[in-house]
């Protein structure tokens, strides 16, 4: 089993490592993924990534006090409003736009109604 807990870590985290470059795909959720996965299958893995430069910093403000930091929020919502903005661009049908308007704004009232974080 601890086998299946490390290849879903590794995989999350390459996730969340694509998330950071890419703008569709999150980064943040994979990387909480990640540490689950990896507290279940290997404590060198767990404590790399806890003590990792950048995403361990993400870890601890979602473990402390559900917080999601500044730079995060700021990179989601350009994110957010880049891709509506393609999608507008696109000429995307005025009923798919507005389902798009609910989901993406639901996602940014969660995002900003969290802590930021302090590291």
Known sequence: MRVLWAIGGVSSLGLGTLGAVL??????????????????????????LLDHNIFGPMIHNWRESGAIGLRAKRLATVTV????????????RPILLA??????????????????GSR
């Open 23 to 48: 703008p569709l795909l999150p980064t943040v959720p994979f990387v909480l993924l990640a540490a689950y996965c990896f507290s279940r299958s290997s404590d060198r893995m767990h404590d790399w």
């Open 81 to 92: 409003a880049a891709v509506f903005g393609l999608s507008i661009l696109m000429g995307v």
């Open 99 to 116: 389902i798009q308007a609910a989901v993406l704004g639901a996602v940014l009232i969660f995002i900003w109604s969290r802590p930021t």
